[in-house]
């Protein structure tokens, strides 16, 4: 590929020609990228990278989000979420309550359920394979990607069982994909600021180390925009990469920019679109041993993730339909998104939408359409129906 105008004209040519040329970058590298102001140039060289690995493609995925209870035993700065058993907001859902909420999610076409939850204190472990083990009866097609690193820990602690053990057991159960949640920013000080008692940076690449060694497939995140620096944001990147190239178990990155409101860190200037557009295209081109990176549209607002697709992120995540956690930190968009409209900004992006699985995979509906093919049963009446029963 010769490099265009903008990047033979640019500041950034010789890293142009060293991505061209497949060296990999380097952490000054990538210091160079977030530090040059030439953002379209950054821009137009993570589109490179991404159009290298997908082409003109974008992908989104028919999903619905569950999380199962909002009581948790920590207290992180950051969240918004958590509550404790004295909150009058709090919840807890029963298997059956779930089960039932994925029966009405299967009517709409979904193909993965996506569940996440604080650490509960009182919940036994019976409860996480119940759950799994009843939704494989619903649908066995249905994908399962579910708790956190954290949460694997937490239900370690309480079974009495290594981390690596309750991966295997939950697998047997149904888990079919891990989350990325929670890993925020991996230097110790950083994390201590914001997430002071939870698991270490090194747990969480622990996690996902032993679950890829299982043959499980994951996410992963970084949470910025709060107290890290250019050089912690690239230090997280570096580790990422490091465990990719060593298990190739993550199928795609999510970063996430922070949201300010409801929680007690004081960030008095959260990412800008610039940054976050910034960070997006410079996550895709240092991590070149990552097939796939998302625009996370509930964090981003729809408008900006569809921009993003022009600054290398070529996935939009999902439907989702219920969202709490974004949510409740003050993220400036509702809690769900039709299948439609998800396509819509794609195709007004000047990309090709493609529906994906868990694994970034293209799907063909069992009715043996083509991906590509419209289908439209997240309408917005229906997501009405189930956000008001959320």
């Known amino acids: 590929m010769v490099m265009d105008f ?10 142009a020609e060293k991505v061209e040329a497949g060296q990999r970058l380097n952490t000054e590298d990538a210091l160079q990228l977030y530090r ?30 569950i999380n199962y209870s909002n009581y948790c ?46 650490l509960h204190p009182t919940l036994p472990i019976s409860y996480y394979t119940d759950m799994l083990k009843a939704l494989k009866a619903v649908d ?5 990607k579910c708790f956190t690193a954290v949460e694997i820990y937490h239900l370690a602690r309480i079974s009495k069982k290594t981390m690596p053990e309750i991966l ?71 580790q990422l990469r490091d465990l990719q190239d060593e298990t190739s178990g993550f199928t795609g990155f999510i970063p996430l920019p922070y949201q300010p409101e409801n929680n007690s860190i004081p960030v008095t200037h959260p990412p800008t679109g610039n940054d976050i557009l910034r960070t997006i295209a410079v996550s895709r081109i240092f991590l070149d041993n990552f097939d796939h990176l998302t625009a996370y549209w509930v964090g981003l607002g729809m408008k900006l993730a569809q921009v993003a697709l022009s600054y290398g992120a070529d996935d939009l995540h999902g439907t989702i339909v219920e969202e ?33 699985n868990t694994f970034y995979e293209p799907v063909r509906e069992r009715t043996g359409k083509s991906p590509e093919a419209p289908n439209d049963s997240f309408s917005e009446s229906v997501l009405k129906n189930n956000l008001a029963s959320a």
């Not at 066995?140 to 399962?144: D, F, G, I, Q």
């Not at 295997?168 to 600021?193: H, M, N, P, Q, Y």
Request: positive net charge; aromatic residues 6%; proline residues 1%.
């Open 73 to 118: 035993i920590l207290s992180c700065q950051f969240c918004s979420f958590s509550r404790k058993k004295r909150n009058d907001d709090g919840f807890e859902l029963s298997v059956e309550e779930i089960v039932t909420k994925a029966k009405e999610s299967l009517k709409l076409g979904i193909t993965e359920l996506h569940i996440v939850g604080g």
């Open 324 to 356: 709490h956690i974004f949510n409740m930190a003050g993220a400036d968009s509702s809690k769900g998104s039709t299948e439609a409209s998800l396509k819509k900004a794609i195709i007004e992006a000047g990309r090709i939408p493609v529906q994906r």
């Open 140 to 144: 066995s097609e249905l994908k399962l």
């Open 168 to 238: 295997a057991i939950l697998k047997e159960a149904g888990l079919d994909s891990l989350t990325g949640g929670g890993a925020e920013i991996f230097e110790k000080s950083v994390r201590k600021a914001i997430a002071k008692g939870k698991e270490t940076g090194q747990e969480y690449l622990d996690a996902h180390r032993a679950w890829h060694q299982l043959g499980g497939r994951s996410t992963c995140t970084m949470l910025f925009g709060h107290v890290e620096t250019l050089e912690d944001r690239i230090n997280h990147l570096s």
């Open 36 to 65: 040059t102001p030439d953002l379209n140039a950054v821009g137009r060289l993570a589109t490179m990278v991404s159009e290298q690995k997908v082409g003109n493609q974008a992908s989104y995925i028919v999903n619905r989000y």
């Open 6 to 15: 903008i990047l033979q004209k640019s500041e950034l040519r010789n890293l």
